[in-house]
């Protein structure tokens, strides 16, 4: 990708962003779900105990998880439609035929959606920030996780704006986005988990990086479970659930990029 300030359809997209007059009611969202969980748990909390470490781990948790999971969903979602939603408002026609090509568009439309949800993931940082202070998981441990959040959003959008090249409908395109998000957290694991307890020639540690290792949110588990028990850390299932979003996020923008060539007005 070239300089992502000179592409034309990403400045449009960010644009139409900013003059999107309820996309604040996402911030909200982001923040107020955090906020009432955590105080929920405050006034659960054993008062005669010191509650900022429980309070830090719980802290922790909910950020890295609960929006970790709504991030890869919002992203997935809003990426979904950018080339479908064009057809529909027939102004594809116009953006095919313009002296841009289509891995330009493209690539406009998956930095429209990066930047999305980006700007959803850095909402939680200052939760990161208190959950730190108050005796949860140390910082740069938690800002790793949080890049790992973000890596996993960042592929489902890509992966999302190719079944928005290739359908027609941002209905079907919403429809085949599910089914893949379900094959891929669903599916995939519950298969892996068969063959692991059914096959005893089948490698376990094979099935586990196949079906668990490369999960949108397994590798912040891992993060997790390093930073509250100090067990050894094995980097090996970090790199490759990398290598598989990667894969995927490649295999989106070719979808959409092949998506735009098979217009023809």
Known sequence: MSNPFSNPVFMLDIRSRVRERRLWILAVFFVLTPLALSLIALMLNDPSKNP???MGAVLSGFALFSHGALLVLMSALGAAQRISQERERRTLPALVNSPLSPR?????KLLGAWAFTLWLAFLTLPFLAVASL???MSFPALLVAWLFNVAAALAAASLALGLSGLFGRSLSAYLATGAVLFLWCAVVPA??????AETAAFDGRVALA???QHLPL???VMMFGWAMSNEPLDIW???WALFVWVLLALAGRFLAIRGLHREVY
Request: hydrophobic residues 50%; negative net charge.
């Open 191 to 196: 298969v892996g988990g068969l063959l692991m």
């Open 210 to 212: 196949l079906s668990f």
């Open 237 to 239: 299932p970090f790199v």
């Open 52 to 54: 900022f470490p429980s």
């Open 134 to 136: 108050w005796g949860g």
């Open 104 to 108: 330009c568009i493209a690539d406009g």
């Open 218 to 220: 397994a590798p912040q």
